[in-house]
């Protein structure tokens, strides 16, 4: 199967043998993992990373797991973002209070490793469905992850690695903006460094490429910021 980069986690955890158990295991399952110990790291990472699913402990110092949740959730670019609260709070109110606040998932601690695991890959198969083989549709553009292939109003369209990387991104979430430096960590990943201005040059080779049977260009850009679909 070829995706775009590999699917980012981000673990918020204040204990540091929790945190890198957490890390180890999504590395296992080949997530790539970025990690913040409070709150306001936590705020920042998000920014920068912008995650496909958020590991969040609910007792973080200086800013409590409750209230990152709270402003992830109220902001329209991260409130997609899937949540998973860990708490040692076991009580149904405190998960209602989890939940209620946003968070889209609730674990108690101590966990089973598996079993966050299997919800982890739940949360991104309803945001990154290209990573467990889903066809993906917008208008007269279909994209088959398993077999790379691409087809407008039914004519097969032929793109390079990296314009279908591109595109499967663009594709998962139509309507949003993304950034130059957003689709460098999705499409090529944070460990490669690439010049904003290559997101550019692929981005016209992706239009010239499906509309070469004819049709508009169905990515737009926004200027200043960076490329949307539709």
Known sequence: M??????????VEDEMAQREVLIYNLEAEGFDVASADH???????????????????????????????????????TRDIPIIMLSARAEDVDKVRGLETGADDYMVKPYSVIELMARVRTQLRRVRPSTVGTNLEYQDITL????????????????????FRLLTTLMEKPGRVWSRDMLLDRVWGREVYVDTRTVDVHVGRLRRSLCQHGGDDPVRTVRGTGYALG
Not at 144 to 163: F, Q, W
């Open 144 to 163: 088959d992850p398993e077999t790379h292939r691409v087809t407008r109003n039914g004519k097969e369209i032929k793109l390079g690695p990296t314009e």
């Open 39 to 77: 709150g306001d790291d936590a705020l920042l990472a998000v920014e920068e990373l912008c995650p496909d699913v958020i590991l969040l402990d609910w007792m973080l110092p200086k800013l409590s797991g409750i209230e990152v949740c709270r402003q992830l959730k109220s902001r329209s670019e």
């Open 2 to 11: 070829v995706t775009s980069a590999k699917p980012c986690v981000l673990v």
